[in-house]
């Protein structure tokens, strides 16, 4: 069984950056691609992949500003979050899933950990 545990939320202040991390175990990760989401009023929404083979993609309202990488190593991956704004404030969850499938439609999550971005 999947298990995911996300860390390093808490308060910022704009303009601020923060590091996400996401543990993962019972999974293939090496051969899985990762994703971070965050919550929105109704649903889940992709921000930021990395698939298998490395290739990432971002949305656009986090594009140059938010990085995500992985450690295939450590079974772990990251987001690195710069230039923080009030709207990024959300609960955060990381997946993992096949690349053939899209992000949207990975199930199994973890806890979540919260941003907060205000002065």
């Known amino acids: 069984q999947k298990q995911l545990v996300e860390s390093g939320g808490g308060l910022v202040q704009p303009g601020g950056s923060l590091t996400l991390s996401c543990a993962v175990s019972g999974t293939t990760f090496r051969s899985s691609g990762v994703a971070w989401y965050r919550q929105a009023p109704s649903h889940r929404v992709v921000i930021a992949r990395i698939t298998s083979g490395g290739d990432t993609a971002y949305t656009d309202s986090v594009e140059g500003r938010f990085t995500i990488s992985r450690d295939n190593t450590k079974n772990m991956f990251y987001l690195q979050m710069n230039s923080l704004k009030s709207e990024d404030t959300a609960v955060y969850y990381c997946?993992?899933?096949?690349?053939?499938?899209?992000?949207?439609?990975?199930?199994?999550w973890g806890q979540g950990t919260q941003v907060t971005v205000s002065s």
């Open positions: 997946n993992v899933g096949p690349d053939t499938i899209s992000p949207s439609d990975w199930r199994n």
